[in-house]
């Protein structure tokens, strides 16, 4: 970062990460790394059953081995106040009764925790845990999605949506109707889920956790221990991946809560692999119907999406599942229906690209084949039918950059040169494949707070609770401030990740770097105002009485335009006897913001290879076009791209959570059985970022980029393969056998 300390940072440089020293010396630390005195250490033993109840639990043996301190059951768990409230998780899209971690009697899901064992070192805790025993009286359970359609309910907050006529395609001279299917979707990032709790006082407690919303974890403990905001704090400073498994408070951080409460220590609880699968969420199983109809010459006439997801028995998880539909194509009739199945399954949670992901999975395969129906590029479909504003709410978009997506990733792609024939082109001894989608993502913004404080350095701090999962947010905020005060990025510093800093969102749903980001934005500009009157309002100043119309930032100084002379940061402090200079200020939209639809927009391009004898397909060559607005950073922005395109290539063609029904129990529960892309799946990546600033959204130009390239990257793969193959794959992943 040396080469950028010397000059004023500027929005869209492509910075180094100002963290990125420190995570690569060991410096960063993560939620497992707290060793705080006196610490303990819990390990969570859970169910063997899918639903009943607990018949009887014997903990005296793991009591008795060596180091261990407790067992926690749902016998002597200290009592959560709000576990009798009922209500909904904080902040998120669940409705019902959030999971009660040692509550009752109840097995709800196997794989449920259903005691805690606390010693002083971790091999004694894992190994006392295996000496808990547990017998149980055992009920039918469910957990099978194809097989309980009928049992379909609508969720409690639906998202159905009408236009026109329903189910007008039927009535087109050019229509297509198919199932669409995709499987459970695990996060599993490279950190693994930790929690360290310590109980300061009887009614203020300390969580170092991993958390993608540190406001969002303090409020729900509040709410569950009723306690107050200055009793509760989320320490997260960093997050070794998430995707949306640390998006609300799980089993490990009320496990090791109620475990530092149980026996007065700190208690550090670390989930397994295995646990990992199915108490941190996952990307629900989805069945989907998609009609099209249209016209000869392709003009959309009817579109009808019917979609299902499964949640749990106990909370109702919905997703956008029929989102993308509503608003990415101009027709004059559609009519959306998402329903729920209830499985005695864990809560399922956002995933990256929640729903949309799934929805675009069916919705862009469905286009292309109307396309092929029609017989007509995939392309020129879209373009025939793009929407102009956006049809779900008849608003005009914020900005849409879309058709540049087209013109520009079809360029760099070489769409022309494809040969529209199934099966038509090779190499070598490979079928190649070309094929196409296009994305469409909320760019929305969220209230934020930000507080800055100028030193008598002249250096910035910055404070927000915001999070960094590992998109690069410490970088892209040091650049806004760096930026916006005028000041090297070297004498900026960016702090997040805990409770006690201004409110901030949480990081999800692709709208950090708008709402926090304005909020470093406008508490800069409220710094600046603020500097610029005691400047001009001080004798002594070389500034004095100036006019506010004459001045520049620039360099750590105030200046007078066209002119050298002015006054330093550092000498305004010292002029007013000020040690230090703080402002603090939320940032939220105006109502502009209400007569705008704000989205963001991709457009996909794939080549894949398929061997002809054994259906290995190999994704070769992908071309992203995204519009995400003003790009805050070149770097960071094509990384966040490059990691849609690998979550794609494993939605596409390795990623399922298998459970075997019978037992209700994941088969797969590792990195060894569960596959995801590695190096070697790693293809020739093209990031075309449009950066046209969209000033709607954010006073940066900002939209949200984190998300929108991987929506439709599943259906490209599987329009590739179909060009490839001839053979059209309508249930993910796409494997050998499916092809061969």
């Not at 849409?400 to 038509?424: D, H, I, M, V």
Request: hydrophobic share 35%.
């Amino acid at each position: 970062m040396e080469e950028y300390t010397l000059k004023p940072g500027q929005i869209g440089d492509p910075l180094n990460r100002v963290d990125g020293r420190l995570k690569v010396t060991g410096g960063a630390r993560y939620a497992a790394e707290y060793n705080l005195p006196g610490i303990t250490f819990g390990v969570l033993t859970t169910s063997t059953i899918t639903k009943g109840r607990i018949r009887a639990i014997d903990t005296k043996a793991a009591e008795k081995a060596p180091g261990v301190l407790a067992v926690v059951t749902h016998k002597n768990s200290p009592k959560v106040p709000g576990y009798n409230a009922g209500t909904d998780n904080e902040g998120s899209r669940v409705y019902g009764q959030e999971f009660r971690v040692f509550y009752d009697d109840r097995i709800y899901y196997n794989n449920q925790p259903v005691a805690l064992v606390i010693a002083d070192t971790l091999e004694r805790a894992t190994y006392a845990a295996s000496l808990v025993s547990v017998t149980y009286n055992e009920d039918k359970h469910q957990t099978n999605i194809k097989t309980q359609t009928e049992k379909a309910i609508k969720p409690e907050r639906p998202e159905d949506y009408a236009r026109g006529e329903a189910n007008a395609y039927k009535k087109a001279p050019v229509r297509i109707e198919q199932d669409y299917h995709t499987p459970i979707h695990v996060h599993n990032p490279m950190e693994p889920h930790a929690a360290t709790a310590v109980w300061e006082t009887n009614d203020k407690v300390i969580v170092y956790n991993k958390a993608q919303g540190v406001k969002l974890a303090q409020k729900d403990i509040m709410k569950s221990f009723d306690l107050k905001a200055e009793n509760v704090r989320i320490h997260s400073p960093f997050v070794g991946g998430a995707f949306g498994s640390s998006s609300r408070i799980w089993p490990q951080e009320m496990a090791a809560i109620l475990g530092a409460k149980h026996v007065g220590r700190p208690v550090k609880v670390v989930l397994k692999r295995d646990q990992v699968f199915n108490m941190v969420g996952y990307r629900p199983r989805s069945i989907q119907k998609v009609g099209l109809g249209a016209t000869a010459d392709g003009k959309l006439i009817g579109v009808t999406h019917e979609a299902m997801g499964l949640t749990s028995t106990y909370e109702q998880f919905t997703e956008r599942i029929v989102h993308p539909t509503k608003s990415l194509y101009s027709s004059p009739n559609l009519n959306a229906v998402y329903k729920l199945v209830p499985l005695d399954l864990s809560t399922p949670c956002w995933t990256r690209g929640p729903g949309e992901s799934s929805g675009s999975f069916a919705l862009e395969s469905a286009m292309d084949e109307l396309a092929y129906a029609l017989n007509m590029d995939p392309l020129t479909l879209r373009l025939k039918n793009f929407a102009d504003k956006d049809p779900e709410n008849d608003k005009p978009w914020s900005s849409n950059f879309l058709k540049t997506c087209y013109e520009q990733g079809a360029e760099r792609f070489g769409w022309s040169k494809r040969n529209p024939k199934p099966r038509s082109m090779r190499a070598g001894d490979m079928l190649v494949g070309m094929g196409m989608s296009a994305g469409i993502y909320k760019a929305e913004r969220a209230p934020a707070s930000a507080r800055a404080k100028l030193l008598a350095d002249g250096s910035l701090v910055v404070q927000s609770a915001a999070a960094d999962v590992g998109p690069g947010t410490y970088t892209i905020m040091t650049q806004i401030a760096a930026d916006t005060m005028g000041l090297p990025v070297g004498k900026v510093r960016f702090e997040l990740g805990d409770s006690s800093f201004p409110q901030a969102p949480p990081q999800y749903g692709s709208h950090t770097t708008a709402s926090v980001g304005s909020a470093v934005h406008d508490v800069c500009v409220a710094l600046k105002q603020r500097l610029q009157e005691l400047a001009i309002n001080k004798q002594g100043s070389a500034l004095y009485q100036a006019s506010a119309d004459d001045l520049v930032f620039a360099d750590n100084a105030i200046r007078l335009k066209g002119r050298s002379n002015g006054v330093t940061y550092t000498e305004i402090l010292k002029l007013n006897n000020l040690p230090e200079l703080e402002v603090t200020k939320e940032s939220k939209s105006g109502p502009e913001k209400e007569t705008f639809s704000t989205k963001s927009f991709c457009a996909t391009f794939i080549e894949v290879h398929v061997h002809p004898a054994t259906g290995m397909v190999q994704v070769k060559r992908v071309v992203s076009a995204v519009d995400a607005g003003k790009i805050m950073n070149l770097k960071t922005a094509r990384s966040q791209v490059l990691g849609s395109t690998i979550w794609g290539i494993g939605m596409a063609l390795m990623e399922e959570g298998v459970i075997d029904h019978r037992f209700g129990r994941y088969m797969n529960k590792d990195l060894a059985e569960y596959h995801v892309p590695v190096c070697a799946d790693t293809p020739d990546i093209d990031v075309i970022l449009i950066d046209k600033p969209d000033p709607i959204v954010s006073p940066t130009g900002a939209k949200g980029i984190g998300e929108i390239g991987m929506v439709g990257f599943a259906a490209a793969v599987a329009n590739a393969v179909y060009h490839a193959t001839g053979k059209r794959i309508r249930e993910l992943p796409i494997t050998p056998d499916k092809l061969v």
